[in-house]
Every structure is written in structure tokens, then in C-alpha cells.
């Protein structure tokens, strides 16, 4: 079967990860969807994924007025940072090439986002995980499916 495109963008809902729980992880979750996500991959399909982290934290909700807004933000953005180890992690064990990368330092855990960077991944095979990141376009154009 040959895929209808070459290369797509997977958003992963922060949510997601927690499964029924809610809250935390539950990596019999996150394993069905790396599975997916392999599947594709098989086919030849180059796949970014941009996940959030609400299962870890809703900003200044989680903050309840204690913490300021752009710091409860920045809070959530690490939370996303989390996600994207535990699908980089998951995805690696099912024998899939990943990386992730971020736009918030997290030292030696992902390699910080560029843009340039991430395309030569994909292109080498690997699945990019992205969280974080400010702009994403992989393409000159982009398309939406309705």
C-alpha cells in the first residue's frame, strides 16, 4: 500500500497519555499509539509529533493563582518536554528511530528544536517528537484534510 503522503504531523492531545486515569502516565496508552505511529513509519512515512502535557499540567489552572501565568506556562512546556521523552522512549523500544526535540533547554535529554535539523531527521528515517516548539512547517506548503 502506498501512503497518500509522504510526510505527516501527528498532534498527540496531553491528555492522551494519561489515559483513563486523568492524570500521570499510562504507557499501555502511549504503546498503542507508538504502535500506530510504527505502522506508518513501515510504509515510509516521515512523522513529526507535536504532544502536550496537560495530563502533567494545565497551566495557570494547575497554578490556582499561586503561580503567575507565563511562569505556570513555562511549567506546561516542561510538562510537554516529559510527554515527548515518554513517546520518544516508547517509540524506541517498538524499533522506531526517534528523536526529541524541544524549544525549552532540557540539557542532554532532547536536542534543542531547529527547524533544519528536524527535517534532516525525518529525512534519516527518524520520527521527530517535538514539544514546545513555536513554529512548525515541514513543507512549502501546508495542507489540512477535512
Do not use: H
Amino acid at each position: 500500500m502506498k501512503p497518500k503522503y509522504k510526510r505527516v504531523l501527528v498532534k498527540i492531545s496531553g491528555e492522551a497519555p494519561a489515559g483513563e486515569a486523568g492524570r500521570g502516565f499510562d504507557f499501555g496508552v502511549i504503546e498503542n499509539i507508538c504502535l500506530a505511529i510504527r505502522d506508518c513509519v513501515s510504509m515510509g512515512v516521515q512523522i513529526a509529533v507535536v504532544v502536550g502535557g496537560g495530563n502533567l499540567w494545565r497551566g495557570a489552572k494547575d497554578g490556582q493563582g499561586c503561580v503567575e501565568r507565563t511562569r505556570a506556562d513555562s511549567m506546561g512546556m516542561l510538562a510537554t518536554a516529559m510527554n515527548a521523552l515518554a513517546v520518544t522512549g516508547t517509540l524506541e523500544k517498538a524499533g522506531v528511530k526517534a528523536k526529541a526535540m524541544t524549544a525549552v533547554s532540557v540539557g542532554p535529554a532532547a536536542d534543542l528544536y531547529a527547524r533544519d535539523k528536524a527535517v534532516a531527521l525525518l529525512e534519516d528515517g527518524y520520527t521527530v517528537i517535538l514539544d514546545a516548539v513555536p513554529e512548525i512547517r515541514f513543507s512549502q506548503q501546508t495542507r489540512r484534510q477535512s
